[in-house]
């Protein structure tokens, strides 16, 4: 049986039909086809499937896509401007070389943000610790990690609001 | 996972009446053990009825020498409400170190209570503080609704509405977390209510219960050397891969002297 669902994604409204056990990960991927939001266990472990519900991180793995009916959602493909401008979490992302093959990236800027937001002006031991549901097995983390720290900076003198 | 039918009541009365006529319902809180299990088909439920939005069940608020924490109200709150951070330190502190904090943006007290997992942290603070556990139905002794194994008081149809913790003079949250789970091997929660020391655990049990001979020895004398002689039974606690029934005994004493010393 199909559900109607409604959302906001990346402040454009959408809207489909889906099994009441589609998960807001698949809605996203499968129906928006938005494929920047990766699912890397499932399992609500690994942190690939980040995205923001209503101005928080969530893991998209483990919330059903009827569960967020009438959210607003900011995946990674809303952060960047029209123009084409990085979001300061993906610019430190950049600076600091925070990745490597990317596959956790989405889910690393997404929680890096709501990491900036929560802690302005973090500190190194105040973001690894944040860190503990995002994994990446390339970077050992030290890229990743000073991206986060500078950008909880710029966020911060900026009054950033995404 | 299996398909079901969704239902997002928007009040407690319309969940309990859906509860009562769907075929084989389970409530959702945050689903953050709920719907792994369901991916795993652990779980096969006809009906998932979400409590998420039922506003009444949502939110923080002091009432008295009490503070009142709805069933809904996810983890991430708990930690940062500046009303619990103020008055029970200690139950901030346990929220703060539940899961990570994307999980924490969802898991709720009620669910986590609700499911009873042995290793899950807010069962040594309902027990520990001596909350009430309210439902729709009745409220329940915190110190009554752990009953075993992921088993809880609670009746088929009864849905947890609210936790009421009274206000301690102090508290305090120490928890050997699984390195990769994030889970309780051992959590220990010290509570001086004033009239008396509380100490409950979580992990090391079938479900959280409390160490009396501490409590006695800790609210004649508070400090770590009045429960250097106490040894907790081993006898009956969990032993898995991680660690010992042997174990998990000795780091009650270990967690318990280190939250003692915290205290100012």
């Known amino acids: ?162 | 996972m299996q398909d079901f039918t969704f239902h997002m009541p928007a009040a407690v009365a319309d969940a309990s009446g859906l509860l009562g006529s769907c075929e084989d319902p389970k409530l959702i809180a945050g689903g953050m053990t709920l719907l792994p299990t369901l991916k795993q088909r652990l779980a096969e439920p006809t009906d998932l009825i979400d409590l998420g939005a039922i506003a009444d069940l949502k939110g923080i608020r002091r009432e008295g020498e009490h503070i009142v924490v709805g069933a809904m109200t996810c983890h991430a709150d708990v930690a940062a409400s500046e009303l619990v951070l103020s008055t029970i330190p200690g139950l901030a502190m346990l929220a703060g170190q539940i899961g990570d904090p994307a999980v924490r943006h969802r898991g709720t007290i009620g669910g986590s209570c609700a499911n009873a997992d042995p290793a899950a942290d807010y069962p040594a603070g309902i027990v520990g503080l001596g909350a009430t556990v309210v439902t729709n139905q009745r409220e329940i002794a915190g110190d009554d609704f752990f009953v075993g194994l992921f088993e809880t008081a609670l009746e088929p149809g009864e849905i947890i509405t609210a936790m009421r913790f009274p206000v301690p003079k102090w508290s305090h949250y120490m928890k050997l977390r699984h390195p990769a789970s994030g889970y309780a091997v051992v959590g220990v929660m010290i509570v001086d209510t004033g009239a008396g020391v509380r100490v409950a655990v979580t992990g090391a049990g079938p479900s959280a219960f409390r160490v009396t001979a501490m409590e006695e020895a800790l609210s004649a004398d508070f400090s770590a050397k009045a429960i250097d002689a106490i040894k907790v039974d081993a006898d009956g606690l969990n032993a898995d891969m991680h660690a010992s029934a042997a174990y998990r005994a000795h780091v009650i004493g270990v967690l318990a002297k280190r939250a003692i010393a915290a205290r100012r």
């Open chain 1, 1 to 162: 049986m199909l559900t109607d669902v409604n959302m906001t994604i990346n402040g454009r409204e959408v809207s489909g039909k889906v099994e009441a056990r589609t998960l807001l990960v698949e809605f996203i991927r499968d129906h928006l086809k938005l494929t920047g939001t990766h699912v890397g266990c499932d399992t609500t472990q690994c942190g690939c499937c980040v995205v923001h519900v209503d101005g928080r991180a969530v893991k998209s793995c483990t919330i059903l896509a009827l569960q967020a009916r009438g959210t607003s959602v900011t995946t990674i493909e809303g952060l960047a401007k029209p123009d084409g401008s990085l979001h300061p979490m993906q610019e430190a992302f950049r600076e600091h070389h925070g990745l490597q093959c990317g596959f956790c990236t989405p889910g690393m800027v997404m929680m890096g943000i709501d990491i900036a937001r929560r802690h302005p002006n973090a500190d190194e031991h105040t973001v690894r610790h944040e860190l503990e549901g995002n994994i990446c097995r390339c970077t050992g983390y030290q890229g990743i990690v000073e991206a986060i720290v500078d950008a909880s900076r710029t966020m911060a003198t900026a009054g950033e609001k995404v």
